[in-house]
């Protein structure tokens, strides 16, 4: 399959590049600065399975492209999503699949009304990764998981055809029969992490040993379950143990990537993660009668969100009128 990676940052690098070094067909959909940062040093990955160096890896330019692919992976921010789009918009032919890598589900949607749906996949992957100042990725964890499937379970050729093309490449890709409830559950564990941790400024471990904050992780946490079950989507017992036992543990390091941006002063996915539970939420029948610590968590991020926008607006150079 003719693979494009939509980007080559932390996720897009990583998992496009163990590709490419598979000898799998992958191109990177770049804009031109990163084009000259791969052609000039290459595409490097620093990894606990071993450091990559790929010399002047494939890349293409949106407006560049004149021909479709079979498979495009995409791993934007759900900020830059409609410019996502945009930039694949001619890459796609009648049988392109898209196979999205973004938390949450409201991209699902976006996905579908601009390409539809019978092109766009369910997928997740589990892996912290970074961009280094020199823009070298790097591999934070041992986890490097790419999980993929048909939205309505079903084991089709297509998607075992994905499946050959992104199987023993360096990380570990599953083809999966419940997709959709498998990003359901991821979900409820982002937003209870992202929550948490974003509110009280702090790890797991510090939270949770904290006088009531394993009361508040529990509290966010089974609002973001109750979301999941009304939705048609209950989290299975199994992933509820581990989730909570992972969301809890005693010295945990574990911190949100949103909580990361925040301290960075970098753009959130607010809406996307936190805010699109809380509109399910409130058009389904997780209603409650106690303060929401969900709302409490969003109202939170938006006023960084705004207070971003206002320091960012001061600091423009004005115009001489």
């Not at 010399?55 to 409609?82: G, M, N, Q, V």
């Not at 766009?120 to 990764?129: D, H, K, R």
Request: hydrophobic letters at 45%; aromatic letters at 4%; a negative charge.
């Amino acid at each position: 399959m003719r693979v494009l990676v939509v980007g080559a940052g932390a996720l897009g690098g990583y998992f496009g590049g163990r590709l490419l070094q598979a000898g799998r067909d992958v191109t990177f959909l770049v804009r031109s600065r990163r084009a000259g940062e791969l052609a000039a040093g290459g595409l490097n990955i620093k990894s606990p399975h071993g450091d990559l160096t790929l010399h002047r890896p494939p890349t293409i330019l949106a407006e560049d492209i004149r021909e479709t692919f079979d498979l495009i992976l995409l791993s934007c921010k759900a900020y830059d999503l409609h410019g996502a789009m945009e930039s694949i918009a001619a890459a796609v032919g009648p049988e392109t699949l898209i196979l999205p890598l973004l938390n949450g589900m409201s991209h699902l949607d976006a996905l579908d009304e601009r390409f539809g749906r019978p092109h766009v996949l369910g997928g997740q992957c589990v892996i912290a990764a970074t961009l280094d100042p020199a823009h070298s990725i790097v591999h934070l964890n041992d986890r490097h998981t790419l999980a993929f499937g048909e939205r309505d379970g079903a084991l089709s050729d297509r998607v075992r055809a994905v499946a050959d093309t992104l199987g023993h490449a360096g990380f570990d890709a599953r083809l999966s029969d419940r997709i959709i409830p498998e990003m359901w559950e991821k979900w409820v564990f982002l937003a209870t992490l992202a929550s948490a941790t974003c509110l009280m400024r702090a790890p797991l471990g510090d939270i949770s040993s904290s006088p009531g904050g394993g009361d508040l992780i529990r509290g966010i946490f089974a609002e973001c379950r109750a979301v999941a079950e009304t939705a048609g989507y209950p989290p299975s017992a199994a992933f509820l143990d581990q989730a909570l036992a992972a969301l809890t543990a005693a010295g945990s390091p574990l911190t949100a990537s949103m909580l990361r941006d925040i301290e960075g002063g970098a753009p959130i996915e607010a809406d996307h993660i936190v805010g699109d539970l809380l509109r399910r939420r409130s058009t389904g029948h997780a209603e409650r009668s106690e303060p929401s610590l969900l709302a409490l968590a969003f109202t939170h991020l938006k006023s960084y969100e705004a207070r971003r926008s206002r320091t960012q607006s001061a600091a423009r150079p004005r115009e001489n009128l």
